[in-house]
């Protein structure tokens, strides 16, 4: 496989860190099936809202630092751009939960969460379609002889 560049390798970590928070949230949890007050953990949405807003930071700064190299390996500026804007929109969807959970059950009503989520989900789906697209590219390339 070729020398990655660092900014790709970071990146790699970053996702790990996102698909992390993705699965705390969306897993299956007996807290949603059985919701009996105090007996099971309740999701931190403040803390994944806090943790999504850093590695979207991180992803941006990656994503600038990619722009000014050259020779950037083809789709890795697409794949960056999906990665961070499908974190961002879990940190949204985090976001409004959080401000739910302080009290005000009015603050995100279930139409706007559905709408979220399906957004969210395309932008997903975009990102993995753009990964597995990137890692094709980076096979092809450790497939081909040194020359």
């Known amino acids: 496989m070729p020398d990655l560049p660092d900014e790709l390798i970071r990146t790699n970590a970053i996702l790990d860190e996102y698909v992390s928070i993705h699965d705390a949230i969306f ?35 990656i994503a600038s630092a990619l722009k000014a190299e050259s020779g950037a390996l083809e789709g890795s500026h697409q794949y960056m751009a ?14 409004r939960f959080y401000e739910k959970s ?22 997903m789906n975009k990102c993995q379609e753009l990964g597995a697209a990137l890692n094709q590219r980076l096979r092809g390339e450790s497939a081909q002889p040194a020359g």
Request: glycine fraction near 8%; aromatic fraction near 12%.
């Open 82 to 95: 999906a990665l961070l804007e499908a974190v961002q929109a879990l940190r949204e969807i985090c976001g």
């Open 27 to 61: 897993k299956f949890s007996w807290h949603k099936a059985l919701p009996i007050p105090g007996f099971f953990k309740a999701t931190d949405f403040g803390v994944h809202f806090r943790e999504l807003d850093r590695l979207a930071s991180q992803l941006a700064a």
């Open 102 to 123: 302080q009290g005000d059950l009015s603050k995100y009503p279930m139409a706007e969460y559905n709408a979220n989520l399906k957004t969210y989900e395309g932008l």
